[in-house]
């Protein structure tokens, strides 16, 4: 696990190959067809003939929940373990992270007529207000949502509406033991203006290899929409306003740029909460070796 730009794609490949393994994303962007550049999708020289699931998996006119991510991620990783190999999960998305490690609530089905008017109400009244109402009816929520998280926001306050009960209380009754041995690393660099660099120059080298034309090919389809899941990953969604004329091209670049080192740092502050990790970090000669090392000691669970 880790930020964005980090290094993941390359160094569980390795693993892979040195392990016997497949790799499970573990990112919410990369299920999508048609979106390759702007999620750094790893291509076929890049995966070496190592197995990669959960990517390529849906259009981007679908939607695809933590559930489903954890029913799928749990079936191939016992199909992988029971074909003699082992999986590792890779990626940044730490809300299925969590999910996979410490069980999934079972949450009220989402309300259309409900959903419709918190719409309206982020587009009147704005997402640091509908967080403001949040912290009314479920600061704990509140606390650990981040304000700039509109879309969970408007699930706590769904799910709050529908069944009158702060989504919190729902966390507090999950459970999950996982068959497996883990072993965790998370890859970043150790100073995080090395990261914002990294980052700035991979969304140059987006744009010059075509992200401008990936998302213009999904803007010209005319059944997709800014609020859908998949426009609304980062760099997608500032081109996709772009595209709409509201930005010019530079200001869109700004926006992408500072959009993704936002991620990256929600990503660390994930990451500050996760337990019994192998620190790695990006650029480092011996990463492989560090990993091995660490997976060769019993020093977890």
Do not use: C
């Amino acid at each position: 696990m880790g930020p964005t730009a980090s290094g993941k794609t390359a160094l569980a490949v390795q693993l892979a190959e040195t392990l016997n393994g497949e790799i499970i994303s573990v990112d919410s962007a990369l299920v999508y067809k048609g979106m390759d550049i702007g999620t750094a999708k790893p291509t076929a020289e890049q995966r070496r003939g190592i197995p990669h699931h959960l990517i390529d998996i849906l259009d981007p006119s679908q939607a695809f929940s933590t559930g489903q991510f954890r029913t799928q991620a749990l079936a191939l990783m016992a199909d992988i373990s029971g074909r003699g190999k082992i999986p590792i999960l890779v990626g940044g998305t730490f809300l299925y992270f969590n999910a996979l490690s410490g069980g999934l609530a079972e949450l009220p089905e989402a309300d259309p007529l409900i959903r419709a008017q918190l719409d309206a109400d982020l587009a009147q009244l704005g997402k640091t207000a509908l967080h403001q109402k949040l912290a009314l009816v479920d600061p704990e929520a509140a606390a650990r949502i981040h304000p700039n998280d509109p879309q969970r926001i408007q699930r706590a306050l769904e799910v709050f509406a529908i069944s009158g009960q702060p989504i919190s209380s729902f966390f507090k009754k999950q459970t999950a033991d996982l068959p497996y041995h883990i072993t965790k690393f998370a890859i970043s660099p150790s100073d995080r203006k090395i990261l914002h660099s990294i980052i700035a120059e991979r969304f140059q080298v987006m744009l010059d290899n075509g992200l401008l034309d990936e998302v213009e090919s999904l803007f010209k389809r005319g059944d997709l929409h800014e609020k859908m899941p998949a426009i609304r990953a980062v760099g997608y969604r500032q081109i996709w306003a772009y595209l709409q004329g509201a930005t010019d091209k530079a200001t869109m670049t700004a926006q992408a740029i500072a959009a993704t080192r936002q991620l990256a740092k929600r990503q660390f502050t994930w990451l500050r909460k996760e337990t019994d990790v192998v620190m790695l970090e990006t650029g480092a000669a011996d990463l492989q070796q560090q990993a091995l090392s660490a997976i060769k000691r019993p020093v977890f669970g």
